[in-house]
């Protein structure tokens, strides 16, 4: 038995050529898909990176004023013991101000680092932004931290007329100033974190103005 092959109807080099065409059709449209996909992923991290750093400027120039409070909530804390030394037994402050330290924003990194997004990133982008908002995050619980051991002492200032609060005012001093000072340490670092960023402060990060010397004045017993 003998099989032949059916004649192509205008010949194999034509309908090679036909083939051809279907073929870089075919890899034409793949790689406009291709392209339409990069450009989605491009516009998509650029939208990100816009609104991270639109978040990490406010963060950073809600730290760069509580940095700005640290001389003078340490010239607070001394005038606490000096006033701690030389009041009458009787004495209290009912009425003692601290200090005002913003709070701050990770919600757009909270975002990122679960979409898909994230991962259309450099490694390295990755890592710095990781960084950064690692370090927020620690300013975040040393300040919560600070603000508690200052409630504590304007609590034991309250109280000063108590002779166990006032034995009390020095140990609650010597708190607060630790974490000032971790507070301090780590908003540092992460104001070199953001300088490699390029992020610039946004005034807009505070929604009201504030006197970041208003503790150097003195201390209204």
Same mark, same amino acid.
């Given at each position: 038995?003998?099989f032949r092959l059916p004649k ?51 963060? =950073?120039?809600?730290? +760069?004023?509580?940095? #700005?409070?640290? &001389? ?5 804390? %001394?005038?606490?013991? !000096? ?82 609060? =006032?034995?009390?005012? +020095?140990?609650?001093? #010597?708190?607060? &100033? ?5 507070? %301090?340490?780590?908003? !540092?670092?992460?104001?070199s974190q953001l300088d490699k ?25």
């Amino acid at each position: 038995m003998h099989f032949r092959l059916p004649k192509p109807l205008h010949g194999w080099r034509e309908f090679a050529g036909e083939v051809g065409i279907i073929v870089i059709g075919v890899l034409i449209a793949l790689g406009a898909e291709q392209l339409v996909e990069t450009l989605h992923w491009r516009a998509s991290v650029s939208q990100m990176r816009e609104a991270m750093r639109s978040e990490l400027a406010i963060d =950073r120039t809600r730290v +760069e004023i509580n940095l #700005a409070q640290d &001389r003078c909530i340490n010239a607070r804390l %001394d005038a606490v013991l !000096r006033w701690s030394a030389s009041a009458p037994a009787g004495a209290r402050i009912p009425n003692a101000h601290g200090p005002l330290l913003w709070n701050y924003h990770t919600s757009t990194w909270d975002i990122t680092k679960t979409s898909p997004t994230a991962g259309h990133f450099s490694l390295k982008e990755q890592l710095m932004y990781a960084g950064a908002y690692d370090s927020i995050a620690n300013e975040q619980r040393y300040l919560f931290e600070e603000q508690g051991s200052w409630a504590d002492l304007l609590a034991t200032l309250a109280s000063a007329d108590r002779p166990e609060s =006032r034995g009390k005012i +020095e140990h609650d001093v #010597a708190i607060a &100033r630790l974490h000032l000072r971790t507070r %301090d340490s780590n908003g !540092r670092s992460l104001l070199s974190q953001l300088d490699k960023l390029g992020i610039k402060p946004d005034p807009a990060g505070l929604p009201i103005r504030m006197d970041p010397h208003g503790l150097c004045r003195p201390l209204e017993a």
